[in-house]
């Protein structure tokens, strides 16, 4: 019987995955499931967003869990994780859990599910220039796995590549704009972050710097982006 096989057998540990849909790009998930059988065997799979989870939805074998735009908030989806996984963990329909996220404010939830008696292991995408590292304090078993994709440009089925305005205008379309057709620059952030577009400098300038773009406070807790009006999209 092969490493697999004997993994996902019956006497395998139940996992639950949950996956930082709004930090986390889709394109990872072929990625993600293959290193999975090494730790257990799934019985679950959450992806957790408010309003922005780019991709999951289409991705094989994933259940996400989306609040909806009226939740969104800083962190909403990330509380959502947490409220989640303390749920599953009480109902006892798992053995352990497999933490999809770099971001480091889950560190303290990996800890109280670790000594609660969970396996608790750590998949991070290596993007960005921390990479969880007190997550992998607390893991039984962290993994890193790599974005395919460049930095700043992507190739369309059967196209030429995109440029980092088209990129970021076509993440934008999905972010569910307000009546005003404003997106908050956080929401944007998290679902260029998830879509694998990475980006120099500071969000909110290179916004203001695209023709088709316009920001609001761009510096303040309200900061908001959306399209000029009159400009055509990339």
Avoid at 102 to 116: I, N, Q, R
Wanted: hydrophobic share 50%; with cysteine; charged share 20%.
């Amino acid at each position: 019987m092969s490493d697999h096989e004997a993994s996902q057998g019956p006497q395998a540990p139940r996992l639950a995955v949950l996956i930082d849909a709004e930090n986390v790009p889709v394109s990872l998930w072929p990625a993600i499931r293959q290193r999975l059988p090494r730790l257990g065997r799934p019985v679950l799979v959450r992806a957790y967003a408010c309003g922005g989870a780019p991709g999951w939805g289409r991705a094989d074998g994933v259940e996400v869990v989306d609040a909806g735009a009226a939740a969104r908030a800083a962190n909403a989806a990330d509380f959502l994780l947490a409220f989640d996984a303390g749920r599953v963990r009480e109902s006892g329909a798992v053995d352990g859990f497999v933490l999809v996220s770099g971001d480091d404010g889950f560190a303290a939830m990996v800890k109280a599910l670790a000594e609660s008696g969970a396996a608790v292991h750590v998949i991070i995408p290596a993007i960005g220039e921390t990479y969880g590292r007190r997550l992998a304090c607390h893991a039984d078993v962290c993994l890193l796995v790599a974005p395919p994709a460049g930095p700043d440009t992507a190739e369309r089925a059967g196209g030429a590549p995109q440029t980092l305005e088209a990129r970021f205008a076509e993440v934008f379309r999905g972010c569910g704009a307000d009546g005003e057709g404003w997106v908050p620059l956080s929401v944007l952030g998290g679902a260029l972050k998830a879509a694998g577009v990475a980006f120099p400098g500071k969000l909110g300038a290179l916004a203001a710097a695209m023709p088709g773009f316009e920001v609001r406070g761009a510096d303040g807790a309200g900061a908001a982006v959306r399209r000029r009006t009159g400009h055509a999209a990339p």
